[in-house]
């Protein structure tokens, strides 16, 4: 159930599903190794930086922004969960999910970007942490129209906070077990669905508004990078805002 969440998460960031067929190590080029720290989000982007950017996704055959792959390892909500152990855990996961060094081992692993990667001397992690800042970025500069973010967190910390409470309740409560097993299920969702979004805001409240401006003027050539989706892809945060 988890996966849901952060699949939705994904959904937000505009990041492209993109299956590369796998291969042995043996037929891998070696990988290029990053040259210092890993950028961040919280970074500035620059125009060379936007061009590599371009130049490298634009060399795969699907031309699109590969995805954020889940970890493997995740696992998924327990009806004995504690409150404060699901929002710990929602938070490292997703920090999990954007770990461009984790990402970025997993793309060295994918027959086309590999070579990709290799040919453009681009190291996996440092293209890992290249694509989420450029993917916060373009998020940001589109949610700045839709909402206050500042706003957006205080909401999520005060859903975390009011289901919590529920939680309590339902374990005092005299509900039949199994009752309170489903009713103490669906809150924890809830609580895991807020603290993976409290995240995700927290994560794009650090963009720098000149990153935001930058990939605005590079919007027709980001366009046919990111997914051709035709629904909003904001449409479910404006309505758990709502």
Do not use: G, V
């Given at each position: 159930m988890m996966r849901s969440i952060w699949c939705g998460v994904c959904v937000l960031m505009l990041l492209a599903v993109v299956s590369g067929c796998g291969s042995s190590s043996s037929e891998l080029p070696k990988p290029w190794e990053a040259s210092g720290p890993l950028r961040t989000p919280a970074d500035k982007l620059t125009q060379p930086d936007l061009e590599h950017f371009l130049k490298i996704v634009r060399a795969h055959p699907q031309q699109r922004v590969?995805?954020?792959?889940?970890?493997?390892?995740?696992?998924g909500v327990s009806s004995a969960d504690t409150a404060a152990a699901l929002v710990q855990a929602s938070?490292?996961?997703?920090?999990q999910l954007f770990d461009p060094q984790r990402q970025g081992d997993l793309w060295a692993e994918d027959r086309d970007w590999a070579r990709i990667l290799h040919q453009h001397h681009a190291a996996p992690s440092e293209f890992a942490a290249l694509v989420a800042s450029v993917s916060c970025a373009v998020t940001r500069a589109r949610l700045?129209?839709?909402?206050?973010?500042?706003?957006l967190s205080r909401i999520a910390h005060d859903e975390i906070k009011q289901l919590s409470i529920e939680l309590r309740e339902i374990d005092s409560s005299r509900q039949s077990v199994r009752e309170k097993a489903t009713t103490r299920m669906q809150t924890l969702l809830r609580i895991g669905r807020a603290a993976a979004l409290l995240e995700f805001v927290d994560l794009l409240r650090q963009v720098p508004q000149e990153n935001c401006v930058l990939v605005k003027q590079y919007a027709e050539q980001l366009r046919p990078l990111l997914p051709s989706n035709q629904s909003d892809p904001f449409a479910e945060l404006v309505e758990w805002k709502r």
């Open positions: 590969p995805e954020f792959s889940p970890a493997d390892e995740e696992q938070q490292q996961r997703f920090r700045d129209s839709r909402t206050d973010l500042t706003e």
